[in-house]
Every structure is written in structure tokens, then in C-alpha cells.
């Protein structure tokens, strides 16, 4: 019997035994809402990610979970200061052209508690594995512009890590709290749930959520981006009327 | 009470923004100035990305000329033709200025040019104003008659292209007002200002305009030329956010309206040297923010290379 042959059989046995211990896990998730609106009053959100492992659970398992959130990407500009004449100067640039505007990264444990570097890099999740590529014509050190970069969006509120965030209940319910913060971008976002069992990922699933402004903010939003000229000339009538008005006012 | 500005783009306090309005309405209407120049760096410090600050500040400045340049027209103090002369001065410099603040944007330079462009003209102005006041508190405790002043007699009246102006009963090159008005619009279009606080002095001393026909047109040329901004912004950076200049003015009409009543009750000296205090003390906190060593070396934007 070949080698390959017999992993075949081992690989049956082993599934058909698993299958006699406990059906193979499955997860059911949902999000408290997948569309998060922009308005007058927004200053930020907490979305409600829970769910349930399903299938019969071994207590001695090690089951973890880790959340990720990704929102739309957007091209950025990094910049170092130098100091020129004692005055701080913006120096070098680098552009990461398609750097996610929001990424959160929740689990059960620490990341590295939970898998090895490598499947976790397969998986692409962790703040190590964010796609940013960084693009410059000066001599840089693209690691130190990277992890800036990384510094700036943390600083924002737009990269968040947050370790054993997620709780889960009775070894089947779980749940955390993703935060959407005033200054969030808009667009289409992707929630990553992914349960791993004794290091090993073994479910992945994906949840959608749109974050957009929407009524009167989209209204002016919309307007200054796709008709600029009349944005414009809506915006200086508002304040010669509203200039006057003012002058009406006063004179009483 | 957190508000959220659609094109800033971040969600601010809504009564801290009304009591920026209020802040430099009450300034404005004590000193008799646009206020713009403090409105801009506040805005800065309040979080406020800077291209949003000058655009938005520059369409607050429309609506705060108005009603004083009204009360100037009734009165007959407004010069029709050399506002308008400067008004085609002013829209030749904010083109200019606007282009190149997009390009300053594109280089990542623009918030080094605005703080060290605010750092020279506030301390410029502010130290100026504070030495003149100075002075003249000294003069009035001394009682000594104040100095007279005389337009100069010099190089501007051999410039070429003179025209007649009746209303300001003078003859001079059209290039004067043309440059001055330029100027003022390059300024207006970089650091969201109205420019007044160039343009008045420049009026009196370079042109030898009367008094009382100078501030109401240079609130004409301001309306204007900050008109012409609004709209190079809007098209160019899409930084105007008029829910922001909305909730600005509700505060600055308010605010003006105690700061002319406060001001009657102080001594003109006594109002310049503290508002050239104030100018000092946003020019210095600008200054600072150059020249201390930042929290992070690295900044980011949005934006391609």
C-alpha cells in the first residue's frame, strides 16, 4: 500500500471515529445589526457579535474563537517628521494603497495562545497580517512606516486589538462587543468568525455589515462629492441668508 | 452632546462648537475684527482636520460680513469701484492660493504652511497692535496728544495705470489695490481668513483711503473673495462642511451681539492690547506645536503619492 493510500484510510478511520465521537462543530453567528447608519447624533456604536458553537462539544477540547473585523480599504498617505531649522517638517512619504480603513481583532486568548504564527499568517488574521503594502520613492524603512501607520489608525480608534474579549457560555454560547468608533469610514465591512480547535481552524464564517450616512448628512455628503459646484454655490447662498438674517436680527 | 459632521467626517461636541462660535462672535463683535484668523487655529485644535477648518471657515467669514458690510452701505461707507477693483485682485489670489493649497495638500506640507503663515502674520500683528496700544495707554495716562498719521507720499504714486477713485477721493495706480486685494486673496484661500487685518492697514497707510470709507470696503472685498473661496474648496478639496459653518454662526451671532455691547464699555486702547494679547497667545501655542518634538513621528491622510 502507498503511502498516500494509507493516509486515505487513516484519514476515513480517524473521520469516521470523529464522527461516532461528535458531529463535526459547526457555528451559527449573527450581529446584533448589519447596517449601522451615520447620522447627526452618531458617536460611535457597539455591534453585538454572538452565536453558538454547534455540535456535540468535548469539555476537554480546547475551542477558541477569534472575531475580526475588516471595513473598506482606501489609499493612505504615512509621512515622518525630520526636523529642518528646529521646526518639525514633514519629511518622507509612503502610500499603502490599500490600507483597511477598520480592523478589529477580538479572541478567547492571547493569538498566540491559541495557533502558531504560520496559520494564523494562512488565515490572514492578526494585525501582523494585514495587507499593507507600503509604496515609496524615498529610502525608507517600510517596517517602521508600517507599524506608524498602525500607531496613527490605533491612536484613532480605527485598529483595535482586544484579547480574551470574547466570552463564551457554557462552552457554546459566545459573544463580544465590536466597537464602531464617531469617526468610522463608510462602507461595506466584513465580520470573520473563526473557531479553532486545538490550534486548528475548523470553521470560518463571514457576516456583513454596512456602515453609511444616511438621510440629511448622505443628502449634503452626496452632494459635495458628486455635485461640487452646487455644493458650493448652495453653500455660499446659505451663509450671505443666513448673514443677513443675522443683520435683521441684530438690528432689532 | 455629540454631533456628527458629514464632511469632517467626526463626530464633535455640539456645545463645544457653539461656544467656539460664541468665543470668536463675542471677540469679534468687541474688537471690530472678522475673527477668522482665530477661528481657523481653534478649529485646528479642536481636532478639526485642517482642510476643513480653512474651507469651512472661510464660508462662516461670508455670512459674518454681511451684516456689517449692510451697515457700512447705509451709512455710505463702501466704495463701489475700488471694492470692486479689489474684489478682481482678491479673486486672482484666491485662485492662485487655492491652487496652491491643493498642491501643499499633495506635497504634505499644508498644515506646515498654515502654522508658520499664522505664526508670522498673528505675531506680526499681534506685536504691532500690542506696542501701539501700549503706547497710547502710556500717551493718555501722560496726556500727550496723539501723533498724527499721513498716507504715504512715496513709491506708490509712480506706479503706472492710475485711475480715479471719487468716493475715496483718490488718484492712484490701479496695481495698488489690484496687488493688495491679491495678496489678501492668496492669504484668505491658505488659512481661511477674511484678510481684514492686512487689508484695513494696507488700505490706510499704502492707498491713504479715509477712515471712514475703509472698513465697509474691505468687508465688500472679503464677502467676495471668501465667496470665491468657498466655491474653489467645495470643488477642489470638497472640505466645505456647511453643517458645521451653520452651527458656528448660530454661536457667533449670539456672541457678537455681547461682544459689541462689552466692547462699548472699554477704551479703545485697552481693547487692542487685549486682543493683541489673544492674537500672541494663539500665535505662541501655534508656534510651540512647530517646534516641540511631536508625540509620533509618523502622520497619516488620505490620500495617494
Same mark, same amino acid.
Not at chain 2, 466655491?231 to 457667533?252: C, E, F, N, P, Y
Given at each position: 500500500?502507498?503511502?498516500?493510500?494509507?493516509?486515505?484510510?487513516?484519514?476515513?478511520?480517524?473521520?469516521?471515529?470523529?464522527?461516532?465521537?461528535?458531529?463535526?462543530?459547526?457555528?451559527?453567528?449573527?450581529?446584533?445589526?448589519? %447596517?449601522?447608519?451615520?447620522?447627526?447624533?452618531?458617536?460611535?456604536?457597539?455591534?453585538?457579535?454572538?452565536?453558538?458553537?454547534?455540535?456535540?462539544?468535548?469539555?476537554?477540547?480546547?475551542?477558541?474563537?477569534?472575531?475580526?473585523?475588516?471595513?473598506?480599504?482606501?489609499?493612505?498617505?504615512?509621512?515622518?517628521?525630520?526636523?529642518?531649522?528646529?521646526?518639525?517638517?514633514?519629511?518622507?512619504?509612503?502610500? %499603502?494603497?490599500?490600507?483597511?480603513?477598520?480592523?478589529?481583532?477580538?479572541?478567547?486568548?492571547?493569538?498566540?495562545?491559541?495557533?502558531?504564527?504560520?496559520?494564523?499568517?494562512?488565515?490572514?488574521?492578526?494585525?501582523?497580517?494585514?495587507?499593507?503594502?507600503?509604496?515609496?520613492?524615498?529610502?525608507?524603512?517600510?517596517?517602521?512606516?508600517?507599524?506608524?501607520?498602525?500607531?496613527?489608525?490605533?491612536?484613532?480608534?480605527?485598529?483595535?486589538?482586544?484579547?480574551?474579549?470574547?466570552?463564551?457560555?457554557?462552552?457554546?454560547?459566545?459573544?463580544?462587543?465590536?466597537?464602531?468608533?464617531?469617526?468610522?469610514?463608510?462602507?461595506?465591512?466584513?465580520?470573520?468568525?473563526?473557531?479553532?480547535?486545538?490550534?486548528?481552524?475548523?470553521?470560518?464564517?463571514?457576516?456583513?455589515?454596512?456602515?453609511?450616512? %444616511?438621510?440629511?448628512?448622505?443628502?449634503?455628503?452626496?452632494?459635495?462629492?458628486?455635485?461640487?459646484?452646487?455644493?458650493? %454655490?448652495?453653500?455660499?447662498?446659505?451663509?450671505?441668508?443666513?448673514?443677513?438674517?443675522?443683520?435683521?436680527?441684530?438690528?432689532? | 452632546?455629540?454631533?456628527?459632521?458629514?464632511?469632517?467626517?467626526?463626530?464633535?461636541?455640539?456645545?463645544?462648537?457653539?461656544?467656539?462660535?460664541?468665543?470668536?462672535?463675542?471677540?469679534?463683535?468687541?474688537?471690530?475684527?472678522?475673527?477668522?484668523?482665530?477661528?481657523?487655529?481653534?478649529?485646528?485644535?479642536?481636532?478639526?482636520?485642517?482642510?476643513?477648518?480653512?474651507?469651512?471657515?472661510?464660508?462662516?467669514?461670508?455670512?459674518?460680513?454681511?451684516?456689517?458690510?449692510?451697515?457700512?452701505?447705509?451709512?455710505?461707507?463702501?466704495?463701489?469701484?475700488?471694492?470692486?477693483?479689489?474684489?478682481?485682485?482678491?479673486?486672482?489670489?484666491?485662485?492662485?492660493?487655492?491652487?496652491?493649497?491643493?498642491?501643499?495638500?499633495?506635497?504634505?506640507?499644508?498644515?506646515?504652511?498654515?502654522?508658520?503663515?499664522?505664526?508670522?502674520?498673528?505675531?506680526?500683528?499681534?506685536?504691532?497692535?500690542?506696542?501701539?496700544?501700549?503706547?497710547?495707554?502710556?500717551?493718555?495716562?501722560?496726556?500727550?496728544?496723539?501723533?498724527?498719521?499721513?498716507?504715504?507720499?512715496?513709491?506708490?504714486?509712480?506706479?503706472?495705470?492710475?485711475?480715479?477713485?471719487?468716493?475715496?477721493?483718490?488718484?492712484?495706480?490701479?496695481?495698488?489695490?489690484?496687488?493688495?486685494?491679491?495678496?489678501?486673496?492668496?492669504?484668505?484661500?491658505?488659512?481661511?481668513?477674511?484678510?481684514?487685518?492686512?487689508?484695513?492697514?494696507?488700505?490706510?497707510?499704502?492707498?491713504?483711503?479715509?477712515?471712514?470709507?475703509?472698513?465697509?470696503?474691505?468687508?465688500?472685498?472679503?464677502?467676495?473673495?471668501?465667496?470665491?473661496?468657498?466655491?474653489?474648496?467645495?470643488?477642489?478639496?470638497?472640505?466645505?462642511?456647511?453643517?458645521?459653518?451653520?452651527?458656528?454662526?448660530?454661536?457667533?451671532?449670539?456672541?457678537?451681539?455681547?461682544?459689541?455691547?462689552?466692547?462699548?464699555?472699554?477704551?479703545?486702547?485697552?481693547?487692542?492690547?487685549?486682543?493683541?494679547?489673544?492674537?500672541?497667545?494663539?500665535?505662541?501655542?501655534?508656534?510651540?506645536?512647530?517646534?516641540?518634538?511631536?508625540?509620533?513621528?509618523?502622520?497619516?491622510?488620505?490620500?495617494?503619492?
Amino acid at each position: 500500500m502507498s503511502m498516500r493510500g494509507f493516509m486515505i484510510l487513516l484519514a476515513v478511520f480517524f473521520g469516521a471515529y470523529d464522527a461516532a465521537k461528535a458531529a463535526p462543530h459547526g457555528l451559527v453567528t449573527d450581529i446584533s445589526r448589519d %447596517i449601522v447608519n451615520l447620522r447627526y447624533d452618531f458617536s460611535g456604536t457597539d455591534l453585538l457579535l454572538f452565536g453558538a458553537i454547534s455540535g456535540a462539544v468535548d469539555r476537554e477540547e480546547p475551542l477558541d474563537l477569534v472575531i475580526s473585523v475588516l471595513g473598506p480599504a482606501k489609499s493612505m498617505v504615512v509621512r515622518r517628521k525630520a526636523q529642518v531649522a528646529g521646526v518639525w517638517v514633514n519629511k518622507q512619504a509612503a502610500s %499603502i494603497p490599500e490600507a483597511p480603513g477598520y480592523y478589529a481583532l477580538t479572541s478567547t486568548r492571547p493569538l498566540a495562545n491559541i495557533t502558531d504564527a504560520k496559520t494564523l499568517s494562512d488565515l490572514g488574521l492578526g494585525l501582523a497580517n494585514l495587507p499593507l503594502s507600503i509604496v515609496s520613492s524615498d529610502a525608507i524603512e517600510p517596517r517602521e512606516f508600517r507599524a506608524g501607520f498602525v500607531r496613527a489608525m490605533e491612536k484613532r480608534g480605527l485598529y483595535r486589538l482586544d484579547a480574551d474579549a470574547v466570552t463564551v457560555l457554557e462552552g457554546a454560547l459566545f459573544r463580544t462587543n465590536i466597537r464602531l468608533p464617531a469617526n468610522v469610514p463608510e462602507g461595506p465591512f466584513e465580520a470573520r468568525v473563526v473557531l479553532f480547535s486545538n490550534g486548528v481552524p475548523v470553521v470560518d464564517r463571514a457576516l456583513h455589515i454596512e456602515v453609511g450616512k %444616511i438621510g440629511f448628512e448622505r443628502a449634503v455628503f452626496q452632494l459635495a462629492k458628486q455635485q461640487p459646484l452646487l455644493y458650493g %454655490i448652495a453653500a455660499v447662498l446659505l451663509a450671505l441668508l443666513s448673514g443677513w438674517a443675522a443683520s435683521l436680527l441684530s438690528r432689532r | 452632546m455629540p454631533f456628527y459632521l458629514p464632511i469632517a467626517e467626526m463626530s464633535l461636541n455640539i456645545f463645544l462648537v457653539i461656544g467656539l462660535g460664541v468665543a470668536v462672535g463675542f471677540l469679534s463683535g468687541m474688537f471690530g475684527v472678522g475673527g477668522g484668523f482665530l477661528m481657523t487655529p481653534l478649529l485646528i485644535f479642536s481636532g478639526v482636520p485642517p482642510a476643513v477648518a480653512v474651507a469651512t471657515g472661510a464660508n462662516l467669514i461670508t455670512a459674518s460680513s454681511v451684516s456689517g458690510a449692510i451697515t457700512h452701505w447705509r451709512r455710505g461707507g463702501v466704495d463701489l469701484k475700488l471694492g470692486g477693483v479689489l474684489i478682481v485682485g482678491g479673486a486672482i489670489g484666491s485662485v492662485l492660493g487655492a491652487w496652491l493649497f491643493t498642491w501643499l495638500e499633495a506635497i504634505g506640507q499644508v498644515e506646515l504652511m498654515i502654522s508658520l503663515l499664522y505664526v508670522v502674520f498673528l505675531g506680526g500683528i499681534g506685536g504691532l497692535m500690542l506696542w501701539e496700544s501700549l503706547f497710547a495707554l502710556l500717551r493718555s495716562r501722560r496726556g500727550g496728544a496723539p501723533r498724527k498719521r499721513r498716507a504715504g507720499r512715496g513709491w506708490q504714486h509712480s506706479l503706472p495705470f492710475k485711475m480715479r477713485f471719487r468716493k475715496s477721493r483718490l488718484y492712484i495706480s490701479v496695481l495698488l489695490p489690484l496687488g493688495i486685494g491679491a495678496i489678501v486673496g492668496v492669504l484668505a484661500a491658505i488659512l481661511g481668513v477674511g484678510g481684514g487685518f492686512i487689508m484695513v492697514p494696507a488700505m490706510i497707510y499704502i492707498l491713504g483711503m479715509p477712515t471712514n470709507v475703509v472698513v465697509g470696503t474691505s468687508l465688500l472685498q472679503i464677502i467676495f473673495v471668501t465667496a470665491i473661496i468657498t466655491l474653489l474648496h467645495s470643488v477642489q478639496t470638497q472640505t466645505v462642511d456647511i453643517i458645521l459653518t451653520l452651527l458656528l454662526l448660530v454661536g457667533a451671532v449670539g456672541g457678537a451681539q455681547l461682544g459689541a455691547t462689552l466692547g462699548m464699555k472699554l477704551k479703545g486702547e485697552q481693547l487692542r492690547a487685549l486682543l493683541a494679547l489673544i492674537v500672541l497667545g494663539v500665535c505662541l501655542r501655534m508656534g510651540w506645536d512647530l517646534v516641540s518634538v511631536p508625540d509620533d513621528l509618523y502622520s497619516i491622510m488620505p490620500g495617494a503619492l
